[in-house]
C-alpha cells in the first residue's frame, strides 16, 4: 500500500451524531410549548437520519461492508417504525411540520405536556401509537446504536482508528509499520527496527493522539436506558384519556380531528364514571 493513499476510517462522526439525536430526544421531555418541540423533533430526525449517511461515507470502502449494509437495509426496511421515522425525516426536510398532538397535565399547577405522533400521512405503526413521541426518539435511537454495535462487531479494526493502530489492527489491515511513519509524518528512520523505536511503542504513541469510540456510551444507548418520570411527567386519567381519544380519531378512517366531538366523548366518560360511582 503507497502512503499517499493510506486512510484509516472511524466511526466517531457517527458516534457523534448519536450523541445529537439522544439529546434532542430527551430534550422532548422537558418542553411545553409546541413550537419548541417541533423544533427539537425536526433537529432529532435529522440527526437520526444522518447518522446511517455517515456509516455508510466512511465504510465505504471497506471490503465486506457493501454486503454487510445490503443486509441490514432489509433488515430495516422490515422495521415498521424505522420505516416511519425514514418517512418522518424526509417530510420535515422536504414538506413542512410533523404532525402531533399534546395535552398539559389538569392536575392544579401541572406544567408538564404530553405529546403523540397523529395525523402524519402515514398512519403511526402499532409499536408506537398511544406513545410519548420521546420515548418513541429515545427506542430510534437505541435501534441505530445497536446498529452501529453489529458493525463493530463486523468490522472491528475500521471502525476505530485507535483500534487499527494495535499490533493485530495493522496486521488484520495489511499494513506496515512504514506506511503508518510516513502517513503520521514521524521521522524516516523510525520505520526501520534497527534504527528508531519497537513497533508496538511508535503505535502507542499515534494512539495517545487519537479519540477512540466510546463504546460504553453506544452500549448504554443501545440499551435504551433513561430517566425515570417525575410524579408531574406523567398525564394524569383525564390527559390520558383526552390524548388517546385524539389519537384515535386522527390515525382512524376520518383521519379528522373533531374536538368538539372528542370533547362530548369526555364528557359522556365522565357523566357515566360518576353515575357508577354514586
Known amino acids: 500500500m503507497s502512503a499517499h493513499r493510506f486512510r484509516l476510517t472511524s466511526l466517531i462522526l457517527v458516534e457523534e451524531r448519536l450523541r445529537e439525536a439522544i439529546y434532542f430526544a430527551r430534550a422532548l421531555r422537558r418542553k411545553s410549548n409546541a413550537d419548541i418541540v417541533s423544533y427539537h423533533l425536526n433537529a432529532f430526525l435529522a440527526a437520526a437520519r444522518s447518522v446511517t449517511f455517515i456509516l455508510q461515507k466512511e465504510m465505504s470502502r471497506v471490503q465486506g461492508f457493501d454486503s454487510w449494509w445490503s443486509d441490514r ?23 413542512g411540520r410533523v404532525s402531533l398532538v399534546g395535552t398539559r397535565d389538569p392536575k392544579p399547577g401541572g406544567s408538564h405536556w404530553v405529546f403523540r405522533f397523529a395525523g402524519n400521512s402515514d398512519k403511526v405503526p402499532r409499536e408506537l401509537i398511544h406513545r ?31 483500534r487499527a493502530l494495535t499490533p493485530d489492527g495493522i496486521q488484520e489491515l495489511g499494513l ?3 506506511d503508518i511513519c510516513v502517513a503520521a509524518g514521524l521521522p524516516k528512520e523510525w520505520a526501520h527496527a534497527d534504527g528508531g523505536p519497537p513497533k508496538e511503542v511508535v503505535l502507542r504513541i499515534l494512539r495517545e493522539s487519537i479519540d477512540d469510540l466510546d463504546f460504553r456510551f453506544l452500549r448504554r444507548l443501545a440499551n435504551g436506558r433513561r430517566e425515570g418520570r417525575t410524579a408531574d411527567a406523567i398525564p394524569s386519567d383525564l390527559g390520558e384519556d383526552l390524548l388517546q381519544r385524539m389519537v384515535s380519531h386522527l390515525e382512524g378512517p376520518s383521519r379528522t380531528l373533531n374536538m368538539a366531538e372528542v370533547a362530548g366523548e369526555l364528557v359522556l366518560t365522565m357523566r357515566q364514571q360518576c353515575e357508577k360511582n354514586e
Not at 435511537?141 to 482508528?161: G, N
Request: charged share 30%.
Open 132 to 162: 410519548d413521541v420521546d420515548d418513541c426518539c429515545i427506542e430510534h435511537v437505541a435501534k441505530l446504536a445497536a446498529l452501529v454495535l453489529k458493525c463493530c462487531e463486523r468490522f472491528p479494526y475500521h471502525v476505530s482508528a485507535w
Open 73 to 95: 437495509q432489509q433488515e430495516l426496511s422490515r422495521d415498521s417504525a424505522a420505516r416511519f421515522f425514514l418517512k418522518l425525516r424526509n417530510f420535515s426536510q422536504k414538506e
Open 176 to 178: 506496515s509499520i512504514h
